[in-house]
């Protein structure tokens, strides 16, 4: 289970409950959120002060990439990294931190940058992207 060590909350279940018209997708660092307000690529910090997991940007880029190839286009991934709330204002260097009690927050309250179609399609090759070294459910 991706959990949140030392908040005890579960990441997991936090995505599990976001609204209709969100995609959450098991990748090797974490998790792929795909929803009206963008997609969102959620890690679990390491270590203490937190960084970011190894090959995070490359997992964005490599979606991204694969999104680019299929549909023409490919909206930005917002890199996220899951922080203790001690740590939720250290900067993580090439993502966004965010304490666990507010990734709900974060992924949906944004602005609507994606109609549901588009949702449903940028999920769908998602879900279709062959498996790497870094993708643990292809």
Do not use: C, K, N
Not at 25 to 32: D, H, M, P, Q
Not at 74 to 99: C, E, K, N, Q
């Amino acid at each position: 289970m991706f959990r949140s060590s030392s908040a005890g909350a579960s990441v997991d279940d936090l995505l599990d409950d976001l609204p209709a018209g969100y995609a959450v997708l098991s990748v090797a660092a974490g998790r792929l959120v795909v929803g009206p307000t963008g997609v969102f690529l959620v890690a679990e910090a390491v270590g203490d002060p937190p960084v970011a997991p190894t090959d995070l940007g490359r997992l964005a880029a490599y979606h991204r990439e694969i999104l680019a190839e299929q549909l023409g286009a490919a909206p930005f991934i917002d890199t996220l990294v899951v922080v203790p709330d001690r740590w939720r204002d250290h900067p993580v260097p090439g993502a966004s931190a965010v304490s666990v009690r507010l990734l709900r927050d974060t992924v949906v309250s944004g602005p609507v940058l994606l109609a549901a179609g588009e949702v449903e399609r940028i999920a769908r090759v998602l879900r279709a992207a062959p498996s790497t070294a870094l993708d643990r459910s292809g």
